[in-house]
T-cell receptor, first 114, second 111 residues
Framework: DTEVTQTPKHLVMGMTNKKSLKCEQH?????MYWYKQKAKKPPELMFV???????INESVPSRFSPECPNSSLLNLHLHALQPEDSALYLC?????????????FGNGTRLTVT | RKEVEQDPGPFNVPEGATVAFNCTYS??????FFWYRQDCRKEPKLLMS???SGNEDGRFTAQLNRASQYISLLIRDSKLSDSATYLC????????????FGRGTSLIVHP
């Protein structure tokens, strides 16, 4: 069982839709991440939040908008996506001050853009 | 040159075999290292951290060679259930703390 919970597990959306992905953790971790993973590729970092502040944006298009309402929650708002944005979206968390701590991943949201 | 490199494989081995994967990293400031396992269409799961002195967890042994900048994962007595992609992750201390993934090595264990 994962300690990082992502909803929904699957999402199909049209290119004109607006949807949100949600991620929650109660491990007291203060760093949270969004990754995008395409088939047969490694996870690709999108955003990092540290102490609820956006610390890294890996040049992600503005149709992806992250939000960190509090230390336990991380959202990814989606608008006007393209079919090539279809992928597995993974949320992860870690204690930010502990470099030797691994990432804890959620189960992911499998997104299909039609 | 990619920061973290792995042979994508696939490594195709019979049950009971011993198999080893390497992962090289280019940033000498890298400070912590991990192996993750990822099954098809699932999230990556931590297999083991890699410590300077090397460490073992059952059939799995991880080693770090800082001089040559690589880590390794050895799997003894392979099981069918070991079939997965093994991802190397390297953490580097800098302005921000970013875990960097290798592309993963695919392992197929056959009867």
């Amino acid at each position: 069982d994962t300690e990082v919970t992502q909803t929904p597990k699957h999402l199909v959306m049209g290119m004109t839709n607006k949807k949100s992905l949600k991620c929650e953790q109660h491990m007291g971790h203060r760093a949270m991440y969004w990754y995008k993973q395409k088939a047969k590729k490694p996870p690709e970092l999108m955003f990092v939040y540290s102490y609820e502040k956006l610390s890294i944006n890996e040049s992600v298009p503005s149709r992806f908008s992250p939000e960190c309402p509090n230390s336990s929650l991380l959202n990814l708002h989606l608008h006007a996506l393209q079919p090539e944005d279809s992928a597995l979206y993974l949320c992860a968390s870690s204690p930010p001050s502990e470099l030797n701590s691994p990432l804890h991943f959620g189960n992911g949201t499998r997104l299909t853009v039609t | 040159r990619k920061e973290v490199e792995q042979d994508p494989g696939p490594f195709n081995v019979p049950e009971g075999a011993t198999v080893a994967f390497n992962c090289t990293y280019s940033n000498s400031a890298s400070q912590s290292f991990f192996w993750y396992r990822q099954d098809c269409r699932k999230e990556p799961k931590l297999l083991m951290s890699v410590y300077s002195s090397g460490n073992e967890d059952g059939r799995f042994t991880a080693q770090l060679n800082r001089a040559s900048q690589y880590i390794s994962l050895l799997i003894r007595d392979s099981k069918l259930s070991d079939s997965a992609t093994y991802l190397c992750v390297v953490n580097t201390r800098g302005g921000s703390y970013i875990p960097t993934f290798g592309r993963g090595t695919s392992l197929i264990v056959h009867p």
